[in-house]
């Protein structure tokens, strides 16, 4: 059965601009990343040529197709996935970018501050035994919303140039970041926004009453120990039970965030949608900030790397639908992530797109030879598609942190 908005065509047919919701086959079974495919290239065509037969193209994503190659529809079961009714009925706005990324940029860093000593401050106090002071954070975080709703890169990029070594206060305010970003995304009006940012900064707030030895023990804990960190869900929950003004979402997240799509999860093994939306969201997001920040029993890995192993985990620990949404948030090559280009030069992502998730903006670093440029500049890899020399210009691939002695922190903060 088809979707209203999906005509099958040939591959013969196949045109830049259409949006290709489904192939003739899996597709795992091909080199394309992740479903769903914005055509911007011949050769992305050609490929598709090679390995198909014919394809789907949404003409409500994309550019309709030549009706001499609409094929119809003879039963064949073909790979679909439909998204629950809960999981579309999120979406109510189309956020628009309504500030250019350097603007957008001080007014991230000057909440990004203003974040970060308030979230010091209820965490020293949560750990001298005093109640959470809900209002100190709010502000800051209707501040941080508004500022990702406007451009959600400048506030990644600032979140990735201020890492510290404190992984509790690092990874409550990933999360916070993340969540918001991811909230935009999908389409939630501001004030559901808001609730998953804050739920981002307060998913862990039981880790305060974890003995600390346990939070920083080098290699794997034993399973009592384990079972100690667990029960920061639980001591979060009696935190929030004693604050004024928590909603019940965010109680919900604190409560959910660690359950699991196929039952694995804790404290209770709850599993696919007995698992509340938002819990669904938050465990996505935690655990991808958590991938991406060095822990004291684990060593972090590049956001590209971590996205490559969320999109494994689809269907089994997470949600695929969020997984594949998530994924076109952060981008294939994540904000911060070094990359190497086609033309050999180097440089760091800055911006992602959405459709165009393979082409995100990159700051560069180095020529191609390797060497370090004498004045840094940022190209839009959306919109240009050939290098100097008239050739494909896109993304080789991904770099780990680091490389070629690259400290992207040192070059950009100021």
């Known amino acids: 059965m088809l979707e209203t908005n999906e005509l099958r065509v040939s ?40 390995i198909c037969s014919y394809v789907f193209v949404d003409t409500s994503r994309g550019s309709s197709p030549d009706l001499r190659y609409v094929e119809h529809d003879d039963g064949e079961e073909v790979p679909k996935r439909r998204a629950t009714d809960e999981y579309v009925a999120l979406r109510k706005v189309e956020w628009k970018v309504d500030t250019e990324f350097e603007a957008e940029r001080g007014a991230a860093k000057e909440v990004h501050e203003r974040l970060e000593k308030d979230i010091d401050e209820v965490m020293s106090d949560l750990k001298a035994g005093r109640n959470l002071d809900l209002a100190k954070l709010r502000d800051g975080v209707d501040a941080m919303v508004d500022s990702i709703l406007r451009n959600p890169a400048a506030f990644t990029w600032i979140k990735e140039l201020k890492r510290r070594d404190d992984y509790g206060y690092h990874h409550a305010l990933g999360c916070a970041i993340w969540a918001a970003s991811f909230g935009r995304h999908l389409g939630l009006e501001r004030e559901e926004v808001q609730k998953l940012a804050l739920g981002g900064l307060l998913c862990d ?46 109680v919900e997240i604190v409560a959910t965030h660690h359950e699991r799509h196929d039952g694995s999860g804790y404290p209770r093994g709850l599993k696919g949608e007995m698992i509340p939306i938002y819990g ?19 060593q972090s890995r590049s956001p590209h790397n971590a996205v490559a192993e969320l999109y494994k985990l689809r ?6 639908e969020l997984v594949e949404q998530f994924i076109q948030t952060c981008g294939i090559y994540p904000t911060g992530t070094l990359v190497e280009l086609s033309t050999g030069e ?15 903006n990159v700051m560069l670093l180095l020529d191609k030879d390797k060497a370090p440029l004498r004045s840094f500049r940022t190209i839009d ?30 070059l950009f903060l100021d």
């Open 315 to 320: 269907d089994t620990l997470f949600q695929a």
């Open 280 to 298: 669904r969201i938050m465990g996505l997001v935690d655990s991808y900030n958590a991938m991406t920040t060095v822990r004291p029993h684990a």
């Open 381 to 410: 890899l959306g919109e240009l598609e050939l290098d100097d020399q008239g050739q494909p210009l896109s993304v080789k691939g991904g770099l780990p942190a680091g490389a070629f002695n690259i400290n992207v922190k040192e």
């Open 11 to 50: 591959v013969r047919g196949l045109a830049r601009g259409m949006y290709v919701s489904r192939l003739d086959r899996p597709w795992l079974d091909t080199p394309f990343p992740l479903e769903g495919l914005m055509l911007e290239s011949e050769e992305e065509i050609e490929k598709l040529r090679r």
């Open 346 to 360: 180097v440089g760091v992502v800055v911006a992602v797109h959405s459709l165009k998730r393979l082409r995100p």
């Open 205 to 250: 707030i039981g880790m305060t009453k974890v003995p600390m030895d346990m939070l920083t023990r080098q290699g794997k804990l034993e399973e009592s120990e384990a079972d100690l960190v667990r029960r920061h869900v639980a001591h979060g929950l009696d935190i929030l039970g004693n604050t004024d003004g928590i909603s019940e979402k965010i």
